[in-house]
């Protein structure tokens, strides 16, 4: 039998259609030796069963499966990050479709602004949320006062908190009361417990971006799918923190 005649779809087809790139980009990758089908390197003109076959792009399981969904909501303040909220205030799966059910990937507090992933991909979210993974994320944050050399090196270097000191952060300071910041952790209101242990308590929070996941153009209360690029970053991303946590100290 020639390839063409083999049952199944050709992998450049499949490829293309999951967003990997162009045909052209997908043929390219293909016969760079860089697309693999069931753990074997693809020669061009491969055909396979996407239903069954495992694709993989540089080692990186391709991540968009039929029914599974990933939505990047802007978050308005007043919103819960919780799928119910026994005080009745609005949550983030009020501002998504309903169908099918999908769930907040970590969360931001109540008065925080911004950036969130939702999905029913439960297996990325439980990677992307476990603490070794630490994808970066960046907040704006306006404070009170005008912090000094001394709080913003503080900030920089590590807030001892009632659960641990912070990790270095990154910090650029726009005066008189702006922070950016850039930090690796998730924990419960960190933010605002680092700029209040400096003596700067926040007055305003959004996080803007996930990694390489920002959008100035998603409006307040709004959501957009994430590309399948954007997915295969954040697969890539978990699998990178999974080797880090595995990997001899
Ligand atoms: N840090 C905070 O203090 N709050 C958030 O919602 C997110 C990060």
């Known amino acids: 039998m020639t390839s063409a005649e083999?049952?199944?779809e050709r992998l450049q087809?499949?490829?293309a259609r999951r967003g990997v790139g162009s045909r052209r980009v997908c043929d390219a990758l293909v016969s760079a030796g860089r697309v693999t089908v069931n753990g074997e390197v693809a020669i061009a003109g491969r055909r396979i069963d996407p239903d069954h076959d495992e694709v993989a792009v540089d080692g990186v399981p391709l991540a968009v499966r039929p029914g599974v969904v990933h939505y990047l909501l802007n978050k308005p303040a007043g919103v819960v990050s919780t799928a119910s909220d026994p005080q009745g205030r609005p949550?983030?799966?009020?501002l998504v479709p309903r169908e099918p059910r999908v769930f907040?990937?970590?969360r931001l507090d109540a008065d925080t602004e911004g950036l969130l992933l939702l999905t029913n991909d439960g297996d990325l979210a439980f990677r992307l949320t476990h603490p070794s993974i630490g994808v970066e994320k960046a907040y704006l944050a306006k404070v009170q006062g005008t912090p000094s050399p001394a709080a913003l090196r503080?900030?920089?270097?590590g807030v001892e908190l009632d659960d641990g000191p912070t990790?270095?952060?990154?910090v650029v300071f726009t005066p008189p009361d702006l922070l950016r910041l850039?930090?690796?952790e998730g924990r419960n209101r960190q933010v605002r417990r680092m700029c209040e242990a400096v003596g700067h308590p926040v007055v305003r929070l959004a996080r803007f971006r996930i990694g390489p996941l920002a959008d100035p153009s998603l409006a307040p209360g709004t959501w957009r799918p994430l590309t399948p690029a954007e997915v295969r970053f954040l697969e890539q991303a978990a699998a990178a923190g999974e080797q880090r946590s595995a990997a001899p100290r």
């Open 13 to 15: 087809k499949v490829l």
């Open 91 to 94: 949550t983030v799966v009020d």
């Open 167 to 170: 990790s270095p952060a990154r």
């Open 182 to 184: 850039v930090i690796h």
């Open 104 to 106: 907040p990937v970590g």
């Open 6 to 8: 083999y049952p199944g």
């Open 154 to 157: 503080r900030l920089r270097e």
